[in-house]
């Protein structure tokens, strides 16, 4: 398993209220919700290699 880098994050509470409404809606804790949301606009600039499988998402190929 990959390590994550861990770091502090200031938001206003109206931000963290819709994220974690939002998170909530997904099954998903802020955190998760905050790091899938960076992952998709990562991917989306072209950042970072689009993948087929992440663990957030079923794979296809494995069911």
Do not use: C, H
């Not at 994550?4 to 955190?31: C, G, P």
């Not at 919700?33 to 998402?57: M, N, T």
């Amino acid at each position: 398993m990959s390590q994550k880098k861990s770091f502090v994050i200031r938001i206003d509470n109206d931000t963290y209220k819709a994220l974690e409404k939002w998170a909530a809606d997904e099954f998903r804790s802020v955190n998760g919700q905050i790091e899938y949301l960076l992952f998709q606009q990562l991917q989306d600039a072209g950042r970072v290699k689009k993948k087929d499988s992440r663990p957030d998402k079923p794979n296809p190929k494995n069911q």
